[in-house]
Nanobody, 124 residues
């Protein structure tokens, strides 16, 4: 069973920063890549970031490039999403997910598991 738990969301003003965490025991192996995606009320899921340690691939969604950074700490099996210069349009529930390693830029099509999300609200 793949278990993923996102945390670290909250309320922040525009221009501020948050760091989300995802406890991901799957990082014990290279069988899975990790992605962050988000979903705002009434909107489609949107890919935010993808990282495959096995393939050495990192992909960011166009709307977050240059502002968000995905990183991993294999010692603690934790994936982070550093979010800088947050804007109101970044408000959503954020999820971490296990993705097939070879997904690359198509990672949203190859999500296999995800856990409970964490809510991020950015005020203007």
């Amino acid at each position: 069973e793949v278990q993923l738990q996102a945390s670290g969301g909250g309320l922040v003003q525009a221009g501020g920063a948050l760091r989300l965490s995802c406890a991901a025991a799957i990082l014990n192996s290279y069988d899975w890549a990790i992605a962050w995606f988000r979903q705002a009320p009434g909107k489609e899921r949107e890919g935010v970031a993808f990282r495959s340690e096995r393939e050495g691939t990192t992909v960011y969604g166009d709307s977050v490039k240059g502002r968000f950074i995905i990183s991993m700490d294999k010692a603690t099996n934790t994936v982070y999403l550093q979010m800088n210069n947050l804007q109101p349009e970044d408000s959503a529930t954020y999820y971490c997910a296990a993705v097939e390693n070879a997904a690359g830029t198509r990672y949203m099509e190859f999500i296999r598991y995800w856990g409970l999300g964490t809510l991020v609200t950015v005020s203007s």
